[in-house]
Structure formats: structure tokens, C-alpha cells
Nanobody, 127 residues
């Protein structure tokens, strides 16, 4: 079973920085999109930032200019550098990976798209 290994969450004071990282437990034929989402109690999970193979990046308006998403293709790892953190950034942050890989259970190899979520890492920003 594929796992996304996340690290880097924790407690930080307002104005501080944290860096999250996420690495899948296996290699894929291709990883198309790696992203970070976040969720607070009672709210829907929201996209924070994403990065494609090209690479092109997308950011939520609330984090533009403060957060930077990057990807180390050789390590299959995605990072989220978070600067100028505020209490409003407090949430559980989830890594998401969209990847393509060959499925062979049905006989001939078929290239399929898979989507995986990490277990989440808590980020708490104190005022």
C-alpha cells in the first residue's frame, strides 16, 4: 500500500517559518501533480499550493507571497516552505499526489492514474 510520508509540522510563533516535506513510499511511472491542502475543524479541506511536472505552481490567495512549493524530482519529494506564519495558518496540512503507474493485475499492463493522501501533519501558529 502506498503511503505519503509527511514531516515538518509543529508549533511556531507568529512570524516564524516551517518547512513541510512529503515523499511517496514508492516510485511511479510519473508523478503529475503534488500538492498541499489544509483543513481546520468544521471546515472543508482547501488547496494551499500545487506543483505539476512542468513545473507550474498554483497558490491559494491567502498564502501567496508567503508560502513556496517546490519539488525535488530525483527524490520524489515535495516541499512547502511557509514563511511569515500567522495564527490563521493553523491547520492540519495534507500532502496529495496524483501519479500514473502501470496496473498489471488484469493481465496486460495498463497505465492508470492514482490519487493518494498523506496522514496529515499539524501546524500550529501561536500569537
Amino acid at each position: 500500500q502506498v503511503q505519503l510520508v509527511e514531516s515538518g509540522g509543529g508549533l511556531v510563533q507568529a512570524g516564524g517559518s516551517l518547512r513541510l516535506s512529503c515523499t511517496p513510499s514508492k516510485n511511479f511511472f510519473a508523478i503529475d501533480v503534488m500538492a498541499w491542502y489544509r483543513q481546520t475543524p468544521g471546515n472543508q479541506r482547501e488547496l494551499v499550493a500545487s506543483i505539476t511536472r512542468l513545473p507550474s505552481t498554483t497558490y491559494a490567495d491567502s498564502v501567496k507571497g508567503r508560502f513556496t512549493i517546490s519539488r525535488d524530482a530525483a527524490k520524489n519529494t515535495v516541499y512547502l516552505q511557509m514563511n511569515s506564519l500567522s495564527p490563521e495558518d493553523t491547520a492540519v496540512y495534507y500532502c496529495n499526489v496524483e501519479a500514473r503507474d502501470f496496473e498489471t493485475e488484469s493481465g496486460a499492463p495498463i497505465l492508470k492514474t492514482y490519487n493518494y493522501w498523506g496522514q496529515g501533519t499539524q501546524v500550529t501558529v501561536s500569537s
